[in-house]
């Protein structure tokens, strides 16, 4: 049995798009002699599609396309992702089509309500199996989540082989995890799994692909490429080698990568814009940008202050070398005088004359003006820098450096930055060795450290992940050998910065609990750990 595995890129909302490759995808099926393609879950509307299946007209469209790829449908068993309308109500559904003729329509059983995924909201549950006779072979069928279902998996048919339509997001370790759930349900079904993933950003989301084909023999028939569109006819009777995953650093940067590239481009824009400050993740950010977009559309601007030292403008001017980018130096100090001027009066009356954090904001909210100025006349999208454990503690300015329309690192912490960096470096050196040794700085203020507000960045990320991914509880971190009173000031923190989240621009997912989707916590509430 010859299976095209369809790992391709649906655009959400783009149904003629969509429609127009798998009507290619399908032509290279027929010609390649495949017995089965299958495409990812929902492709005729791109995943996931949100309220737009709330609106009659959509689903209008949805209903042609359908109509289309069946009435297209020849000597290929095609099999592919759509919502469908019953009297019942919206369904996740599986088309089985061949000759021009629908042959089967599974809808989903398991509805996923956690993390990004909403799809109760949207759809009702399937009741009935999805099995097809098929060239003397009983075929089963599953969308995404009934993989995943013990219960699901144990009430099916036996079958001769399994397919699954997939829309699943990328997270460190998650491609580990769906080898071995699909290895265990083809030795639970005596069955090989053929495993479709779709591939692409999608707002925050990133596809990374990975679709396989697992043996009943407890080993993986075919791997995809992660992080690449790609067809693949896999026989799924006969293995096929099948390389090491990437490491981890590998992932994260091909998932920051191709979350940047299809969040600008399917925006409409072309051209990024971002600060350079000289530290590790603006100069992380800006070679990430270079990576998606190519270094003839990112600007880097150099913002230095009466603050910004020597060697941070040095660090800020050799990364932009390093990447060949265009880069302007804008000096704030002048109109940072000038808003602080502005104000001394009134604050003078107040008793508030003596320099604090107001005075620090001022400086990058000056920055954050100058680069949404530089955004709106040059029609540049601004990359917003902060990193995961800053805007888990609120260590960023509302206005300055969170100004932006997305954000690279914002679902990456501290210490995953740095190592990023060494990935980055891993051939020659791009990213300056001294951005990389010194210690952290916002620059606000004379000898300013990070580690002057914020645990050690090893520390403080192992806190972070604590209580945020794993939602242990103060006394269970600080068992694991941290001061309890320090990991009760970060604790209190992360929740007292929630408002300031609601307002940061939209990044990459790249963990399994990001801010957003993933961990959704009101911004007012009275609950107190330690």
């Known amino acids: 049995m010859k299976v ?3 790992q391709c890129t649906p655009r959400v909302g783009e149904m003629k798009q969509n429609v127009a490759m798998m009507m290619n995808i399908m032509a290279q099926a027929s010609a ?11 492709t005729v509307t791109g995943y996931p599609p949100e309220d737009l299946l709330l609106r009659p007209a959509f689903l209008d469209a949805v209903d042609e396309a359908v109509a289309t790829l069946v009435a ?14 019953t009297d019942a109500g919206l369904h996740n559904s599986a088309w089985l089509c061949h000759q021009g003729a629908s042959l089967l329509v599974y809808d989903k059983h398991c509805l996923p309500n956690y993390g990004v995924f909403d799809e109760r909201r949207y759809f009702e549950r399937g009741d009935g199996l999805g099995c097809l006779d098929w060239q003397g072979k009983r075929i089963g069928i599953g969308v995404c989540e009934d993989v995943w279902q013990d219960a699901w998996v144990a009430q099916q048919e036996a079958c001769d082989l399994w397919l699954f339509l997939n829309a699943s997001p990328f997270y460190l370790g998650k491609q580990e995890k769906r080898e071995q759930r699909s290895l265990q349900v083809a030795a639970q079904c005596h069955a090989p799994v053929v495993y479709v993933n779709a591939v692409g950003g999608q707002d925050e989301v990133v596809f990374d692909g990975g679709s396989h084909v697992a043996g009943t023999d407890g080993r993986l028939a075919y791997r995809a490429p992660l992080f690449q569109a790609c067809c693949a006819v896999v026989d799924v009777d006969s293995a096929m080698s099948v390389d090491a995953l990437p490491d981890a650093m590998e992932q994260l940067h091909d998932a920051l990568v191709m979350g940047l590239r299809d969040y600008v481009h399917r925006n409409g824009c072309q051209q990024v814009v971002l600060g350079l400050s000289g530290g590790i993740d603006s100069a992380v950010t800006a070679a990430i940008a270079v990576e998606a977009l190519g270094a003839e559309h990112v600007l880097g601007v150099l913002l230095p202050s009466e603050y910004s030292s020597d060697h941070s403008i040095a660090d800020a001017l050799a990364l932009a070398k390093n990447l060949r980018i265009e880069h302007e130096m804008l000096p704030i100090a002048a109109g940072v005088d000038v808003v602080e001027g502005m104000l001394s009066e009134m604050f003078a009356r107040w008793g508030k004359q003596e320099a604090d954090v107001t005075e620090e904001n001022i400086q990058a909210r000056m920055r954050g003006l100058l680069l949404m100025a530089i955004s709106n006349k040059t029609g540049r999208m601004l990359l917003t820098t902060g990193n995961k454990s800053e805007m888990a503690v609120g260590y960023a ?3 300055g450096d969170m100004s932006g329309g997305f954000s690279v690192l914002k679902d990456v912490y501290k210490t995953e930055v740095f190592a990023l960096a060494a990935y980055i470096n891993r051939t020659s050196e791009i990213i300056p060795q001294n951005t990389i040794d010194k210690p ?3 620059e606000l203020r004379p000898d300013q450290k990070d580690s002057d507000s914020l645990p050690d960045y090893d520390a403080l990320d192992a806190m972070l992940k604590a209580s945020i991914e794993m939602r242990l509880s103060v006394d269970e971190i ?6 309890r009173a320090e990991v009760a000031r970060v604790v209190r923190m992360v929740k007292q910065n929630e408002y300031k989240r609601r307002q940061a621009p939209p990044a990459v997912k790249v963990t399994a609990c990001a801010f957003g989707r993933d961990r ?3 911004m007012t509430h009275g609950y107190e750990e330690g």
Do not use: C
């Open 520 to 522: 959704r916590y009101p």
């Open 4 to 6: 095209m595995l369809a």
């Open 72 to 85: 297209a449908s020849s000597d290929v068993l095609v099999v592919f992702g759509a919502p469908r309308r």
């Open 397 to 399: 300015t509302l206005y």
């Open 478 to 483: 600080a068992a694991q050998g941290f001061e």
């Open 440 to 442: 952290p700085s916002a």
């Open 32 to 42: 390649q002699h495949a017995d089965i393609l299958v495409f990812p879950e929902l």
